[in-house]
Nanobody, 121 residues
């Protein structure tokens, strides 16, 4: 089983930056994709960003593209989400995800416990 542990969340002023980290352990060799989802109260879990095994392919939701950057360090088995120009709308619990496929909400996906990101006005 793949275990994912997020860190780096917190409270930040609008326009500021945060970097989230996700450390993966366990059976990771078959997991081609990793990324991030987020969820606000009363809303469905939303795709944020995804990255393939080599880091050669990245995808972002339209709402974060140009502001967020996903990357990974396979030596450390860690994926990162650099979040710049944060907006109050970015406030959510951010979940790290690992999956066989790009769909991080699919049946193959494993999620972490989440880390809270709060962006003040």
């Amino acid at each position: 089983q793949v275990h994912l542990v997020e860190s780096g969340g917190g409270l930040v002023q609008a326009g500021g930056s945060l970097r989230l980290s996700c450390a993966a352990s366990g059976r990771t060799f078959s997991r081609n994709w990793m990324g991030w989802l987020r969820q606000s109260p009363g809303k469905e879990r939303e795709f944020v960003a995804a990255i393939n095994l080599s880091g050669s392919m990245t995808y972002y939701s339209a709402s974060v593209k140009g502001r967020f950057t996903i990357s990974r360090d396979n030596v450390k088995n860690t994926v990162y989400l650099q979040m710049n120009s944060l907006k109050p709308e970015d406030t959510a619990v951010y979940f790290c995800a690992s999956a066989l496929y790009r769909d991080l909400k699919g049946d193959s996906a494993t999620w972490g416990q989440g880390t809270q990101v709060t962006v003040s006005s």
